[in-house]
Structures are given as C-alpha cells and as structure tokens.
C-alpha cells in the first residue's frame, strides 16, 4: 500500500473521528480505510486510534503522529499546488500558542474577521501561558511578548505593546497614590511569575535606582493578575489591550502614566521559513496588516 495514501486516509479519520464518513468522502469502501490505518499501524509498531462499536478516538501515539502527519501533507498540498502554478488556498488547522492576555475582544475580532476571509482554515488556539517548544509539540506559530526571540525560531514583529502600571481606586485609596517613582517602594506588587526579578529599575535624578516591591500574589495567568488587581489587592504591569476598558471605565487608575513607560514588542514566532504554510503566511500577513493590533 503507498504510506503517503494512508497517511491521508488516517488523517481524515482522525479529524472525522468515522471511518464511513472519511471513506465515503474519499470515495472508498470503510474496509479499505481501516486497511490503511491497519497498515500504518503495522509499519509504526503501535496503535493510532481507538476503535470501539460507536466512536472512534487518537491514542496518545496517533495524537503525536497526526500533528506531524497533517502539518506535512498541509506543506505537501502547498509545494504541489505552487509547483504546477495553481493558487495556493489557505487551508487545514493552524495550530497557536499566544499569551493568556490575548484572550481580550480584540484579538478575537481579529480572529473572526481572518476566519471569515478564509474559512477553510481552523483555528486551534492554546493561551495556557507555558512557553510551548514548536516543533515537539507540533504547532505551526507562536505570537510571544519578547524583547528577544529566540535565535533559532523565525521571528517578524507585529506590533509594540504598551504595558501600563495600574491599581485599583480603592486600593490607591488604602495605600496612597505615588506621586513619583520613588514612592512604590513597599507597595503591594502584583507579579507575573514569568518575569525575573521583584524589583522596578529607572534612571533617577541621581543616576540609575532600583525599588525592591513587595508580590502579594504571584502568578504566570495575567488574567488573574487582570482579576486581582480589579479586586484592589495591588499596583500591576498589565498590556494595555488588558486594561484600557477598566481605565477608560474608572476601575482601574493608570498609575504614573508620564513617569512608568514600558512597552513590549508582540512577534510572530515559526519554526522555518521553508515551505511555510498558506495558512502561517496569511495569518501572520493579515494580524500584521490589521489596525486593531496596533
């Protein structure tokens, strides 16, 4: 049997999670399908999907096997297509990994309105807030807020990401409104776990001084952080598509706004730039292109 036919055929019973519908939609008979899964099974020396008399599901084997599996025949489609000069449609699931704070209505107009110019492609987006490994864990991009990327990843820059300190009015009100940067030493700090160090940096009208501040809660979920800080519990770094409602709305205060300027750059992060997907390149075109993401 050509493995290149069943690889396909086991994709599409995966994604389909039926042998009769991906049968019938390749327009072969069930039992020739579960041959070629059969087959592929054989040549791997393990199981890749569980069978029972109602559902079909991936083993832990056929969950790593077909992210890798549909991101070849995805790159495959597109070099064959761009071979004999045929257009290129984007299509197939891309798989993305963004930071939690990017769960904001915002980015999710974004997404809808790429999704509707291109509805052949499905979004499965992860906002875990880990620092996944691309290749490993079979994702196709990452959009990471760094000021520097990893040197063996292709990175483009999106956008810069303004980072406000904010606070609650009542919790300004409990501890006092600093007036300058020297006066939030002591204050309760609201700490994004994946940020090193506890201390706030400046240029002082006596050369560089550092505040030692005090994390009442540490946590690597800026939507805790987000959360907390609502809540009154402390002074936050938060991105600034976090929290420009609650400070347009009077929940938040921008501490210091003239004083504490620190902006992030958002990049779009891709393992190589050979044969890069229809699906990556127009993604990473249209949030580039977009004016919300400014």
Known sequence: MDSLVSMRVFCLVAELKSFA?????????PAMASKHVMQLEKRLGTRLL??????????????????????????????????????????????????????????????????????????????SGRLVNLVEEGFDLALRATAA?????IARPITNVPFYMVAAPAYLKRAGRPARL??????????????????????????PETIKLDPVLRSANETLLHMAALEGMGLAFLPKWLVAADISGGRLDHVMPEQVIFEGKLFAVYPSRKYLSAKVRTFIDFIAADKRMK
């Not at 519908?21 to 008979?29: D, F, K, M, N, Y």
């Not at 990327?149 to 990843?153: K, S, T, Y």
């Not at 939030?184 to 050369?207: C, K, Q, R, W």
């Open 21 to 29: 519908t991906a049968a019938q939609r390749l327009r072969i008979s």
């Open 50 to 127: 569980n069978r029972t008399s109602r559902r079909v599901s991936l083993s832990e084997s056929g969950t790593l096997y077909f992210e890798q599996a549909r991101q070849m025949l995805d790159s495959l489609d597109e070099v064959e297509a761009a071979v004999s000069h045929a257009t290129v449609v984007p299509r197939g699931t891309l798989r993305l990994t963004a930071p939690v704070w990017m769960a904001n209505t915002i980015f999710a107009g974004v997404l809808a309105d790429y999704q509707a110019r291109y509805p052949d492609v499905r979004l499965d987006i992860d906002l």
């Open 149 to 153: 990327p990893d040197e063996a990843l």
């Open 182 to 207: 020297a006066d939030i030493a002591g204050h309760a700090l609201l700490h994004y776990a994946l940020y090193p160090g506890e201390s706030f940096s400046f240029e002082g009208e006596n050369g």
